[in-house]
T-cell receptor
Framework: KAGVTQTPRYLIKTRGQQVTLSCSPI?????VSWYQQTPGQGLQFLFE???????NKGNFPGRFSGRQFSNSRSEMNVSTLELGDSALYLC??????????????FGPGTRLTVL | GESVGLHLPTLSVQEGDNSIINCAYS??????FIWYKQESGKGPQFIID?????DKRQGQRVTVLLNKTVKHLSLQIAATQPGDSAVYFC????????????FGGGTRLMVKP
């Protein structure tokens, strides 16, 4: 069974631009969560989508948004990019809502560099 | 996609020795804890988990210990191998906080051959 895939793997943008990252979950998984990983802040939860609805949200500004499609694929968007948005963005999928009974499987991440 | 690299504590062990990686968690109401391993260029990979009503759980070459009194979690790796070299994260889930996964800062394990 194919794992979680993320595209693109690497991306370079300039300040003020916007970016869209894509995540395809493991087949059959209905939940997709997004995380930001930086050297200073570590791994931080962005949001979780399940059945095309945002179910949970971390403490990030409104510039960070996402959506989920009927096939469970998800995209996240960051508008008006700032230098501090440079990070590895990780997507994780699970059968149901992430939690004790639903292990999350992570993709390899998208490395975003903002210049 | 590399893992977090610049600000991590590092544990260096000799191949064949046992490794102990520690983690302090923040929420005494957390219900569930997970250890993840992140190798360079990959996303975190599940290693072992433990519920808050347990204090020890064993897997293959790995053992997780939970001390709720001091909010401390540890991962023990027996007979450490070069393939164990990675960054290790603990994560906690609190059911009354929307099942959000909260990660610790991570420890880099380096195994010397």
């Amino acid at each position: 069974k194919a794992g979680v895939t993320q595209t693109p793997r690497y991306l370079i943008k300039t300040r003020g631009q916007q970016v869209t990252l894509s995540c395809s979950p493991i087949s059959g998984h209905r939940s997709v969560s997004w995380y930001q990983q930086t050297p200073g802040q570590g791994l931080q939860f962005l949001f979780e989508y399940f059945s095309e609805t945002q179910r949970n949200k971390g403490n990030f500004p409104g510039r960070f948004s996402g959506r989920q499609f009927s096939n469970s694929r998800s995209e996240m968007n960051v508008s008006t990019l700032e230098l501090g948005d440079s990070a590895l963005y990780l997507c994780a999928s699970s059968l149901g809502l992430a939690g004790v009974e639903n292990e999350q499987f992570f993709g390899p991440g998208t490395r975003l560099t903002v210049l | 996609g590399e893992s977090v690299g610049l600000h991590l504590p590092t544990l260096s062990v000799q191949e064949g020795d046992n490794s102990i990686i520690n983690c302090a968690y923040s929420n005494s109401a957390s219900d569930y804890f997970i250890w993840y391993k992140q190798e360079s260029g990959k996303g975190p990979q599940f290693i072992i988990d433990i519920r808050s009503n347990m204090d020890k759980r064993q897997g293959q070459r790995v053992t997780v210990l939970l001390n709720k009194t001091v909010k401390h979690l540890s991962l023990q790796i027996a007979a450490t191998q070069p393939g164990d070299s990675a960054v290790y994260f603990c994560a906690e889930i609190t059911n009354n906080a929307g099942n959000m996964l909260t990660f610790g800062g991570g420890t880099r394990l380096m195994v010397k051959p």
